[in-house]
């Protein structure tokens, strides 16, 4: 049977705007049949994509977006096929949440000496529950009109550099990937393109991935060119890591939109082979 496979976005669980039911139904109107829901360190949207994506035929395959380090830098693991209820990696979710709140209300101080107050309260109202991410404070930046855009806040605050910045102490990377591959997943390297890497460090980074037991790099992914494709599938081949295709959809109407993905160059390795 075709398969349209989407393994990599986001719900209301971390900074998705689309519920958990919402992002299945949506994916499914799209044409995906077989859906990844990887939130940014958190599984708690699963249960409730699961019982959707039940009712119509969506293949959901419990997965997550975790937040590492490697070397003093941010890198992101997709984890996709993973058991949430491995106990070490439920048990990383929950500091990863008390490592986010922290960060948060750094961030929301430094913000309030630039003037702009009342952060904390408005992106907790917002996340709920949720994982609250920078993506939060850009929207809240943007509708307090501190900024036009979310990517403005990025450049003015946000990113790295720039005034609200919290250099965080994420899982380590090495430790990120043996929990997915312990619990049953495939460990994949989100968006490697957009770290910026060196080829040397590229190396070093896929070597240290790989022996830690990393089997899979996106080769597409939302917002890519052709040239950044071929070269992503580069990795794949030269490094024998599976390629994984995913939209990393966050909104409706943004610049991606779930399943709207090219195809896997053919001679990447599907990590769909790796799932079982
Ligand atoms: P974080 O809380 O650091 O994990 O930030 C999470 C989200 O912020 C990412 O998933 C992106 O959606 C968004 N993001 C990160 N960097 C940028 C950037 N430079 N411009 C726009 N959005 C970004
Ligand atoms: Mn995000
Ligand atoms: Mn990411
Ligand atoms: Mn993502």
């Keep these: 049977m075709f398969e349209l496979y ?15 039911t919402e992002v299945v139904l949506r994916a499914h109107r799209h044409g995906v049949t077989a859906l990844a829901l990887t939130d940014h360190d958190t599984t708690a ?15 959901l395959i419990p997965g997550i977006e975790l937040s590492t380090l ?20 439920a048990e990383a979710t ?31 109202k ?10 939060h404070f850009a929207h809240f930046l943007v509708s307090q009109h501190h900024v036009d855009t979310e990517q403005e806040a990025f450049d003015r605050y946000l990113a790295k550099g720039k005034p609200a910045y919290v250099a965080t102490p994420w899982a380590d990377m090495t430790l990120a990937v043996s929990w997915i591959t312990e619990s049953g997943g495939i460990a994949v390297l989100a968006h490697p393109l957009r770290y910026k890497l060196s080829a040397n460090s590229m190396k070093r980074l896929l070597t240290a991935f790989k022996t830690a037991g990393g089997q899979g790099i996106e080769v597409i992914t939302g917002r890519i060119n052709n040239d950044e494709i071929s070269r992503a599938a580069t990795l794949a081949v030269r490094f024998e890591l599976a390629g994984s295709t995913g939209s990393d959809f966050h909104c409706p109407d943004q610049w991606v939109e779930l399943g709207r993905l090219a195809p896997l160059p053919v001679h990447v390795k599907p990590v769909w082979e790796l799932l079982n």
């Design 6 to 20: 989407d393994l990599h976005c986001h719900s209301t669980a971390s900074d998705g705007a689309l519920s958990p």
């Design 45 to 59: 949207g699963l249960a409730e994509a699961q019982a959707c994506a039940a009712t119509n035929g969506v293949k």
């Design 70 to 89: 490697w070397q003093n830098q941010c890198f992101h693991i997709v984890g996709i096929g993973i058991d949430p209820e491995y106990p070490p990696l």
């Design 94 to 124: 929950v500091n990863l949440q008390n490592t986010r709140l922290e960060r948060a209300e750094k961030i929301a101080e430094k913000l309030a000496k630039k003037r702009i107050p009342g952060a904390m309260d408005a992106v907790k």
């Design 126 to 135: 917002v996340a709920g529950e949720g994982m609250i991410t920078r993506s």
